[in-house]
């Protein structure tokens, strides 16, 4: 018999007995996918009709001026977030699966088998916004179809695979055949383990009882797979099926989540930007510098602000305003926090990701953001109104500014691992490099929240004077070091950020 007829990883395991995880194809994916993408654009739409029906009293999006704020939050954002976070959330609630996933009966477990991490997740949906882009889509999908495992860009920053759920098809299949009781023990063991998984604070006897399921089908399967009668195949195919299943549930790490999550803050965030403390600087360096290049430059050719500003921004300069005059007058701060922060998180996003480039692409975004800050602040420099975008700037500016250098920070810590991998290969290192930088994402996601907060109802309001917008900025910079440092969740300043647990 020929068992390894599709492309498979052969998993050691404790008892003796390799689990066999059979990996999902290019077609698999693809319908999965296409699925996927239908229930998710659907769902979207049906939100964003009923909320249009019952907030505005219409099916034609159609709103008073007053109704815009009201639009937006209730109707426009919780739209655009089943959409954009549609994989993210469902993937770590699911075990792996989305609903296109469990129809087409595949799912994401790592190369052990097991069910990944949150964060490997988190990962590989990060990364969809690198397979997104077009030149990318393309190396995406020459990654699918021809490499051996069929894995996308962020199944190997996350170190994960596709596989193919053999057992519920198999069971399926038995039903069709009028076979429900030819292996109706391994079914009921695998719905054992099914359900230990989907309970939290089970009884000990039902995970001795899992336990003892996973040495018996590790005492089967070995024999069946020795064995030379032909009929042991449709045998050996349930036993593969079911003792993968097993092997995942009685391997998988217990999930303490509270545990996990302080961790993160207090251990692994200070340590994963230790280890890229030499590209953050490097990348604060390159921002400092090209702020200055970009004040140069228009000081000394000042024609050339039209490479970074429009028209109308340069004549609101010229006759003696800043754009940002009257601000609230036109946009509710509700709506201008959310439009900020969705700005500043995307941007953040995209400099890490770009980083995917050997570190060019970060380095691009980096340089240009410096470049027309600096010319910026020459142009309304030369206008008298440098002091007033400073009053702007300075309460966001000092965190998000630091935010953005930090996430390029990270993603040219992605591009010198593509490079110089050193003693690990080249995905193991794109891979524990995607990993460190993710953890550091996630805190400067939640400093960007605060970010637009304060951009949207602090920095417009001219009420608000200088010291006060200093203070705020210096204060809030000064707990976004004592986040990243871990001292806000209780890591000793005596600590060594080198010796912090790397899990």
Not at 94 to 123: D, Y
Not at 487 to 493: E, P
Request: aromatic fraction near 10%; charge should be neutral; proline fraction near 5%.
């Amino acid at each position: 018999m020929d068992l390894s007829a599709p492309p498979f990883i052969a998993v050691p395991s404790a008892t003796g007995v390799d689990a066999r995880v059979v990996l999902a194809g290019p077609g698999a994916r693809s319908i999965a996918f296409v699925i996927d993408f239908l229930i998710r654009t659907g769902l979207a739409l049906v939100y964003l009709l009923l909320a249009s029906l019952f907030l505005l009293g219409n099916l034609s999006f159609s709103y008073k001026p007053d109704d815009e704020t009201l639009w937006v939050l209730a109707g426009w954002l919780p739209a655009s977030l089943i959409y954009f976070l549609y994989h993210l959330v469902l993937e770590p609630v699911m075990g792996g699966r989305t609903p296109g996933k469990r129809m087409i009966g595949v799912r994401v477990v790592t190369p052990e088998g097991l069910t990944p991490a949150v964060g490997s997740l988190i990962i590989r949906n990060v990364m969809r916004m690198i397979d997104s882009l077009p030149t990318f889509y393309v190396v995406g999908l020459l990654f699918v179809m021809f490499g051996k495992r069929h894995v996308r860009l962020g199944d190997l920053a996350a170190g994960t695979v596709l596989a193919i759920e053999r057992a519920p098809f198999l069971e399926k299949l038995d039903l069709e055949r009028g076979e429900p009781a030819k292996h109706s023990a391994w079914h009921a063991a695998h719905e054992r383990a099914r359900h230990l998984s989907q309970r939290h604070g089970s009884e000990v006897a039902d995970a001795l009882t899992v336990v003892d399921d996973y040495r018996a089908a590790a005492r089967e399967l070995g024999a069946a797979r020795l064995s030379r009668d032909p009929g042991a195949e449709r045998i050996a195919e349930h036993l593969e099926a079911v003792y993968s299943d097993l092997h995942d549930v009685v391997q998988r790490p217990a999930n303490r989540a509270g545990e996990e999550l302080l961790g993160l803050m207090r251990d692994r965030i200070p340590a994963a930007l230790h280890a890229m403390r030499v590209h953050i600087f490097a990348v604060t360096l390159l921002f400092i510098v090209s702020c200055v290049a970009g004040f140069w430059l228009i000081y000394a050719y000042p024609d050339l602000i039209a490479m970074f500003a429009g028209p109308q921004l340069i004549g609101t300069v010229e006759r003696g305003e800043l754009w940002t005059d009257g601000l609230l007058n036109v946009i509710p701060s509700a709506l201008l926090s959310v439009d900020i922060l969705t700005n500043n998180i995307v941007v953040s996003f995209f400099v890490f990701c770009l980083g995917i480039l050997f570190g060019i692409g970060t380095f691009y975004m980096i340089g240009l953001n410096g470049v027309q800050l600096g010319a910026m602040f020459a142009f309304t420099a030369q206008h008298d109104l440098a002091g007033r975008l400073f009053d702007f700037v300075i309460a966001h500016g000092c965190v998000e500014l630091s935010c953005i250098c930090i996430a390029g920070g990270a993603g040219a810590y992605i591009g010198e691992a593509l490079i110089r991998p050193g003693k690990h290969t080249r995905a193991e290192a794109f891979r524990y490099a995607a990993r460190d930088g993710i953890r550091v994402l996630a805190a400067v996601t939640l400093l960007l929240f605060i970010c637009g907060f304060i951009e949207g109802y602090i920095s417009p309001d001219p009420e608000v004077p200088r010291w006060a917008r200093v203070t705020i900025g210096v204060g809030y910079w000064l707990f976004m070091i004592s986040l990243l440092r871990g001292y806000v969740f209780g890591r000793s300043r005596r600590s060594n950020p080198a010796t912090l647990p790397q899990l």
